[in-house]
């Protein structure tokens, strides 16, 4: 981690929240559906993909998550008449992780077949290692029992190839990401390059072994990893995709789109976005890095 980085990140709390506004215009969509259909309108023309998810997640109130389930569905129905391109994201706490896993399930799996109806499909967020054996079984059940549903993985966790042998015979459809929230080293690997090393493994494996693979990244090597191995393996466009998050990096995902892969664009939005955008700026400063200096017209390095 940079100078540059452990400065944002220490320095969150004393930002003002107009500033913390200013930034996060740059990676959140706005608070309401309107504004995350004209995010994914923009991407389209593009030529992007969008990936939408509704801000929030450690729900503790059953309200709190029936709420989410219906604003999904909402979400779902709009994408479907406005012909965008895009599915959603869903966070297993925001639906009830937190509260009963059964009551959680039962919540994502009518999302998931609303996106059926719609012929659309449902990404199911990873989020800290206390909520991973749930999100992995949930998904596990959703697959078989519905499809259209896709699971993240985390480079930086240990167990993380030992979950790739158990999925593969499912043929999953996986995003593969590095990993944001601060885990002891008894469960992530912390050095940086050692987490480039696993990223850019357990992808050849996913690639390998049949899996459908977002490659979740804006790290410029591992783009170019990336690609490298969908070429060495024959794979077709079809058969992969990159990802990143709006507002990260643009130029990189010009590239990415120039060189003839599909790239698809998380965005997010909600009225949670402060909540939101400082945890995500002191669990990824990186994050910040990227678009603090795209503020100031420096570019990414």
Same mark, same amino acid.
């Given at each position: 981690?940079?100078?540059?980085?452990?400065?944002?990140?220490?320095?969150?709390?004393?930002?003002?929240?107009?500033?913390?506004?200013?930034?996060?215009?740059?990676?959140?969509?706005?608070?309401?559906?309107?504004?995350?259909?004209?995010?994914?309108?923009?991407?389209?023309?593009?030529?992007?993909?969008?990936?939408?998810?509704?801000?929030?997640?450690?729900?503790?109130?059953? *309200?709190? #998550?029936?709420?989410?389930? $219906?604003?999904?569905?909402?979400? @779902?129905?709009?994408?479907?008449?406005?012909? +965008? !391109?895009?599915?959603?994201?869903?966070?297993?706490?925001?639906?009830?992780?937190?509260?009963?896993?059964?009551?959680?399930?039962?919540?994502?799996?009518?999302?998931?077949?609303?996106?059926?109806?719609?012929?659309?499909?449902?990404?199911?967020?990873?989020?800290?290692?206390?909520?991973?054996?749930?999100?992995?079984?949930?998904?596990?059940?959703?697959?078989?029992?519905?499809?259209?549903?896709?699971?993240?993985?985390?480079?930086?966790?240990?167990?993380?190839?030992?979950?790739?042998?158990?999925?593969?015979?499912?043929?999953?459809?996986?995003?593969?990401?590095?990993?944001?929230?601060?885990?002891?080293?008894?469960?992530?690997?912390?050095?940086?390059?050692?987490?480039?090393?696993?990223?850019?493994?357990?992808?050849?494996?996913?690639?390998? *072994?049949? #899996?459908?693979?977002?490659? $979740?990244?804006?790290?410029?090597? @591992?783009?170019?990893?990336?690609?490298?191995? +969908? !070429?060495?393996?024959?794979?077709?466009?079809?058969?992969?995709?990159?990802?990143?998050?709006?507002?990260?990096?643009?130029?990189?995902?010009?590239?990415?789109?120039?060189?003839?892969?599909?790239?698809?664009?998380?965005?997010?939005?909600?009225?949670?976005?402060?909540?939101?955008?400082?945890?995500?700026?002191?669990?990824?400063?990186?994050?910040?890095?990227?678009?603090?200096?795209?503020?100031?017209?420096?570019?990414?390095?």
């Amino acid at each position: 981690m940079t100078l540059f980085d452990q400065l944002i990140r220490h320095g969150m709390p004393f930002v003002p929240k107009p500033i913390v506004g200013k930034v996060a215009q740059r990676y959140v969509a706005g608070e309401e559906i309107p504004d995350a259909m004209n995010a994914i309108r923009e991407l389209n023309a593009e030529g992007a993909m969008a990936t939408v998810d509704v801000l929030g997640e450690e729900v503790h109130e059953r *309200g709190k #998550a029936e709420a989410a389930v $219906a604003q999904y569905l909402e979400l @779902l129905e709009t994408i479907d008449r406005e012909k +965008v !391109d895009a599915n959603v994201s869903i966070k297993p706490t925001m639906l009830g992780l937190k509260i009963d896993a059964t009551m959680c399930y039962g919540n994502i799996r009518t999302i998931v077949e609303r996106a059926v109806g719609f012929d659309n499909f449902v990404r199911i967020d990873m989020e800290d290692h206390t909520c991973t054996d749930a999100t992995l079984e949930i998904y596990r059940r959703l697959h078989t029992e519905v499809g259209h549903v896709g699971v993240v993985l985390q480079a930086y966790l240990h167990r993380t190839v030992e979950d790739i042998n158990d999925l593969l015979p499912l043929k999953p459809n996986i995003r593969l990401c590095k990993g944001i929230y601060r885990e002891p080293r008894t469960i992530a690997w912390k050095q940086y390059e050692t987490v480039r090393a696993n990223f850019i493994s357990t992808m050849e494996k996913l690639i390998a *072994g049949g #899996a459908y693979v977002g490659i $979740a990244t804006h790290d410029a090597h @591992l783009v170019w990893a990336g690609m490298t191995a +969908v !070429d060495r393996l024959g794979l077709d466009p079809s058969q992969y995709e990159f990802q990143m998050l709006l507002g990260v990096d643009p130029e990189l995902r010009r590239i990415i789109l120039d060189r003839g892969h599909r790239l698809r664009v998380y965005v997010p939005f909600g009225r949670d976005w402060y909540p939101y955008s400082m945890r995500r700026l002191r669990e990824n400063p990186t994050v910040a890095h990227h678009v603090t200096r795209a503020i100031l017209g420096l570019g990414p390095r």
